[in-house]
């Protein structure tokens, strides 16, 4: 039940994604919710110390379908949405009852689709 309603979310809300495996040329694509990470959720790329509700502008946290877990690509790959670049910095797979809900992960910019 939760699993169709988010699977459903990602596809009418995400946006269209190109993750490019560390040394290959073969792009996968998927659809996913790609959003800025706040302060308080830094905790997982080891950051410092920010106010509350401040938002850096490096880190954002994806969430994907299940059946594609970034955690399968190599080190270095990375994720194209918008134009923006962005690398794959740690994935994790959120479980209920045995089975995988969805795919998340946090991102680091390398370059902002608006850059030249």
Same mark, same amino acid.
């Given at each position: ?8 979310? %990602? ?7 190109? &993750?490019? !495996?560390? @040394?290959?040329?073969? +792009? $996968? *694509? ?32 994806? %969430? ?7 955690? &399968?690509? !190599?080190? @270095?790959?990375?994720? +194209? $949405? *918008? ?34």
């Amino acid at each position: 039940m939760y699993r169709d309603l988010i699977l459903r979310m %990602i596809n009418r809300y995400g946006r269209k994604c190109e &993750i490019t !495996p560390f @040394g290959d040329e073969r +792009k $996968v *694509s998927v659809k996913a919710i790609v959003n800025p990470l706040l302060s308080k959720n830094k905790l997982y790329v080891g950051g410092s110390y920010l106010p509350d509700g401040y938002f850096d502008g490096g880190h954002y946290l994806y %969430i994907g379908d299940p059946k594609v877990s970034l955690g &399968i690509f !190599p080190v @270095g790959s990375t994720l +194209k $949405v *918008s134009g923006s670049t962005y690398l794959i910095k740690h994935t994790e797979q959120y479980y209920i009852d045995e089975r995988p809900l969805y795919s998340w992960a946090i991102l680091q910019l390398q370059k902002r689709g608006d850059e030249q």
